[in-house]
């Protein structure tokens, strides 16, 4: 008995290979957005975070000094009498969003907080639509 030899190799066809890569671009392209949105969401909650963290140290500093701050520089430098700080860490890289502009404190003396505090988003100017969008936690409230 003789044996016949198969002369056919085993692999993928160039179909099959182009069908496997567009699926794989295909993920990897969902995986991007979705990593995109997360940066986002993280950078939203960290401004909320820190606005608290903000908020206490504001209520501190009244406590101790008698007034509210009129920039958040004074809860790290403040100086003065009763003044009890620093009343955040980190020095000046505490003040800064997650965008690296300054949080924005406006003193308003009124309502409740008697203060405007957040963050004007991406490119640090009033205004805008997704990362550049304005988040002021009080004002969402």
Excluded: C
């Excluded at 993928?12 to 969902?30: D, K, P, Q, T």
């Excluded at 007034?67 to 000046?92: F, M």
């Excluded at 405007?116 to 988040?135: A, H, K, T, V």
């Amino acid at each position: 008995m003789t044996k016949l030899k198969n002369n056919s190799q085993g692999g993928f066809s160039l179909v099959e290979l182009m069908v496997v890569i567009s699926i794989i671009g295909l993920l990897a392209g969902i995986v991007a957005l979705n990593v995109g949105r997360a940066g986002l969401t993280a950078k939203r909650k960290k401004v909320a975070a820190d606005v608290s963290t903000f908020d206490k140290a504001i209520t501190m500093f009244k406590i101790d000094v008698g007034h509210y701050p009129q920039s958040l520089e004074e809860l790290i430098q403040g100086g003065g009498q009763n003044w009890n700080g620093p009343y955040v860490e980190d020095g000046p890289h505490a003040i800064m969003d997650p965008w690296h502009n300054h949080y924005v404190f406006q003193y308003t003396g009124s309502g409740d907080p008697p203060y405007r505090l957040g963050s004007f988003g991406g490119d640090g100017q009033p205004g805008g639509e997704g990362e550049n969008q304005d988040i002021f936690p009080h004002e969402q409230q």
